[in-house]
């Protein structure tokens, strides 16, 4: 009987301890899921600021001061917002340009965040981007 109730006492260990793992590997899967979604969320913001810096044709971008600040959400994916910022880095020729009339190339830092319910950001991506631009340049 004592060896009885004993093997029974290991066992319900046994199971708690599985309840408890598969538990905590449940919240393992969720937070990568979660993870993963948010980073594919900030990855399309940058991609909507190449999209937007695409609509100034060949002119070169006229940001004030070279900036598209955060500005609450720019996008909305999978019912997440996202927003992104766009830098002006600089710009040099572009090669196999040359003479007054001629290419270059404008280079800006672009961030783009996915935001939570909040406001908050979740997910960060970093990129730069290179856009041609032609023109008069001195």
Avoid: H
């Avoid at 961030?111 to 730069?128: C, E, F, I, K, Y």
């Amino acid at each position: 009987m004592v060896i009885a109730l004993m093997l029974l006492v290991f066992l319900t260990i046994i199971g708690i301890s599985a309840i408890n793992n598969s538990r905590m590997e449940s919240n393992i899967t969720r937070n990568s899921q979660i993870y993963k979604r948010d980073f594919y969320v900030a990855d399309s913001g940058w991609r909507a600021a190449a999209m937007n810096l695409q609509d100034f044709g060949l002119a070169f971008p006229n940001y004030p001061n070279g900036v598209k600040a955060y500005g609450g959400p720019d996008g909305t994916l999978n019912n997440i917002d996202y927003d992104y910022q766009t830098a002006f880095w600089g710009d040099q020729r572009a090669a196999g340009s040359s003479g007054a009339i001629g290419c270059k190339d404008a280079i800006f830092d672009v961030n783009s965040r996915a935001l939570n319910a909040d406001g908050n950001p979740t997910q960060v991506v970093n990129t730069r981007l290179v856009k041609l631009c032609c023109g008069s340049y001195n």
